[in-house]
C-alpha cells in the first residue's frame, strides 16, 4: 500500500520562501512519476510541479516555473517542493501525488496516489 505524508507547511509573509516535503512508501518507485498539487478554498486541486522519479525531469506550470523547484532524494523515498518568492496567491492546501507511470501528466485524475495535505499561508 503506497502512503504519502506531506510535511513542512505553515505561514510565511510575501516574498518568502518554504520546502515541502512528501514522505513515500510502501513500495519502490522507480517506474513512477510524482506530482505536487495545490487547492484554495472554494477552487479546484491545480497542478504545481511532476518528476519522474527515476530520472529526475521536471515540468512545471508557468504560475510558478522559475520560483518553485520539486526534487527527490532517491535514497530517503522522499520528493520536496522548494518554493520562493511566495505570493498571497500561493496560499493553499498542498498535495503531494504519486502515479504508475512515467509520463508526466497534470491532471488530478491521472494519478493514483494522494497524501492528506499540507497548508501553506502567504500573508501580505
Known amino acids: 500500500q503506497v502512503q504519502l505524508v506531506e510535511s513542512g507547511g505553515g505561514l510565511v509573509q510575501a516574498g518568502g520562501s518554504l520546502r515541502l516535503s512528501c514522505a513515500a512508501s510502501?513500495?519502490?518507485?522507480?517506474?513512477?512519476?510524482m506530482g505536487w498539487f495545490r487547492q484554495a478554498p472554494g477552487k479546484e486541486r491545480d497542478f504545481v510541479a511532476a518528476?519522474?522519479?527515476?530520472?529526475?525531469?521536471?515540468y512545471y506550470p508557468d504560475a510558478v516555473k522559475g520560483r518553485f523547484t520539486i526534487s527527490r532524494d532517491y535514497a530517503k523515498n522522499t520528493m520536496y517542493l522548494e518554493m520562493n518568492s511566495l505570493k498571497p496567491e500561493d496560499t493553499a492546501v498542498y498535495y503531494c501525488?504519486?502515479?504508475?507511470?512515467?509520463?508526466?501528466?497534470?491532471?488530478?485524475?491521472?494519478?493514483?496516489?494522494w497524501g492528506q495535505g499540507t497548508q501553506v499561508t502567504v500573508s501580505s
Open positions: 501525488a504519486a502515479r504508475r507511470a512515467q509520463v508526466l501528466l497534470t491532471t488530478t485524475r491521472a494519478y493514483d496516489y
Open positions: 510502501g513500495r519502490t518507485f522507480g517506474t513512477y512519476a
Open positions: 518528476i519522474k522519479w527515476s530520472s529526475g525531469s521536471t
